[in-house]
């Protein structure tokens, strides 16, 4: 074990990191999404020769740049953020990690970079077909650079294609496809892009709503209405389909996070899914305390959305602290257990090693290896640090989960009723349409904090808690930092605000 932690130093960089990041993750989703929505209108122009169509792909295409901007200067702060808080990790897992980063950085920005200017400044300087291929390049290689950096996180989720190097303390890459092909990559990639998608569509259609209240540019938002509407249909299909396949990969590799967001204590079979709760604020595992105040359940369906079997087993927090035997399960203390043996067998190895004691060696290196997949849990102090914030876990998942069941229903009525050219007198529903896109950004951001704060106090699942791979600064300077970079960011947030409201203020004709 790591004796001496400075837990509140730790705390501080998790909450530097999480700001930076759900900073970040209000400008990339709607940047995945609205490049493909330019390139759809732009296509529209293009078959037509229709110059609404012009002027509407450049409208948008104006709200694009912006925040394409932005949400670069704070992906770029991110990524930093691995070297000044979390230097241990960068350290043992950058051999791995590192690729798809670098990978991103040279294919998908260079990709987008080289297209961005044609883009925007190639109008009259190109072929019409020239520009709309530039567009289309655009929004690839916006999603390429998504898929690269979800590549990167999926593998923290579900560490594979590896395998930890004794010698120099850190783990390597063995395999770059199996990293590239992990199960939770393609789920994270295909639901973080969906829903990205998704909010785009919200975003047109919130804007588009504040048009027609305004009885101004309404046939340029009905326009965009339709296709956004239909965009967003398609990707919320997406969205559930994935969000599904998720939850699945999910209770195969990380079963604690599965309980948590459904608040599940106790095993089950044929476990019910929780459509609605409150649970109860003072239930710890193993206290017999009953974990909701008030529930409804559908029978039996966590167990077919989780394994696919109806009536099978679901493991709850219990389960998996204290262990079940009658399925199998080990409990985290066994695990703590096993992973102080490899921690020790580790520090025998190379002791062994650097005093030219070869059997020595080869001895702790096999006890090493007998224990090896435990290494991380061996740095936690007791088993109950395995788990993660029920209730935060819980609510946001809930509520990702009842926002993401009510935008298809926005799409579908603004289609049908924009289709009949009945919207502009269903002022309700056009109000709906005016604050879909924050709750949108609200179900992006609960998304996350399923994903990231659900799989702690894991920074790699099972191999490397974040107390071991922080950074030894002290609280002040990442307090510092911090706070800083809350200015900063907010600042950027309102500069991107505002000058969106002045360009929407303006309208099409003006861009």
């Known amino acids: 074990m790591i004796e001496g932690i400075d837990l509140s130093q730790v705390n501080w960089a998790r909450a530097q990191f999480a700001l930076t990041a759900m900073y970040h993750w209000i400008f990339v989703p709607l940047t995945l999404g609205l490049s493909f929505l330019c390139a759809f209108f732009e296509t529209f122009y293009v078959k037509t020769g ?38 241990n990790y960068s350290w043992m897992v950058g051999d791995i990690f590192g690729a798809p980063l670098a990978i991103e950085g040279i294919l998908a920005f260079f990709l987008e970079a080289t297209f961005f200017a044609v883009m925007f400044f190639g109008w009259d300087r190109v072929s019409r077909g020239f520009h709309l291929f530039s567009t289309w390049m655009v929004a690839i290689g916006s999603n390429l650079s ?8 999926g593998w923290m989720q579900h560490p594979v294609g590896m395998a930890f190097n004794p010698d120099t303390a850190r783990f390597e890459m063995k395999n770059f496809f199996d990293v590239i092909l992990s199960p939770v990559a393609i789920s994270k990639f295909c639901h973080s892009t969906s829903s990205g998608f998704l909010l785009a569509s919200l975003f047109v259609i919130s804007i588009s709503s504040w048009f027609l209240l305004k ?49 599940l204590y106790n095993g089950e079979d044929s476990a019910g899914l929780v459509a609605m709760g409150l649970l109860n604020s003072t239930k710890e595992a193993g206290d017999g305390q009953q974990p909701f105040i008030v529930e409804m359940k559908i029978p039996g369906m966590l167990s ?13 927090i219990e389960d998996i ?57 061996g740095y936690l102090k007791e088993a109950k640090e395995a788990v993660p914030p029920v209730p935060l876990t819980f ?20 289609l049908v009723l924009t289709a009949r050219n009945l919207i502009e007198s269903q002022r309700w529903l056009l109000g709906i ?54 200015v900063l960011f907010t600042v950027l947030l309102i500069a991107e605000v505002r000058i969106m409201l002045s360009q929407i203020s303006k309208g099409p004709e003006e861009v």
């Not at 077919?304 to 709850?316: E, I, W, Y």
């Not at 992006?444 to 191999?463: D, H, K, L, S, Y």
Request: net charge positive; aromatic share 12%; with cysteine.
């Open 321 to 377: 602290l204290y262990g079940n035997e009658e399925h199998g399960i080990m409990g985290i203390d066994k695990k703590i257990s096993k992973g102080r043996i490899a921690i020790e067998q580790l520090a025998l190895y190379k002791k062994a090693k650097d005093n030219g004691n070869k059997l020595g060696a080869q001895t702790a290196m096999d006890g090493f290896r007998e224990n090896e997949q435990y290494l991380g849990f």
């Open 433 to 486: 349409g005016l604050v879909s896109f924050l709750l949108g950004e609200i179900a992006g951001q609960a998304g996350w904090v399923v994903a990231e704060v659900g799989r702690q106090p894991w920074t790699i699942q099972n191999m490397l808690p974040v107390t071991v791979a922080r950074t030894n600064l002290t609280v002040g300077a990442v307090q510092t930092t911090f706070l800083m970079f809350l």
């Open 215 to 263: 009885n101004r540019h309404q046939e340029m938002a009905k326009r965009s209405i339709i296709v956004a509407s239909v965009f967003g249909l398609v990707s919320s299909g997406f969205v559930g389909l994935t969000g599904d396949e998720a939850a699945y990969t999910c209770a195969r590799v990380q079963p604690m996070k599965l309980a948590a967001f459904e608040g």
């Open 50 to 87: 229709k110059e609404e169509w012009k002027k509407l792909t450049r409208f948008w295409m104006a709200l694009f740049a912006v925040n394409f901007a932005i949400g670069v200067a704070t992906g770029l702060i991110l990524e930093f953020e691995f070297g000044t808080n979390w230097s």
């Open 395 to 414: 609510y946001s998942f809930h509520l990702m989960v009842a926002l993401g069941s009510l935008f298809p229903l926005i799409f579908l009525l603004f």
């Open 146 to 153: 998504a898929l690269w950096i979800l590549v990167a996180n």
């Open 304 to 316: 077919l959305l989780a394994n696919r079997q109806p009536g099978s087993f679901v493991p709850g």
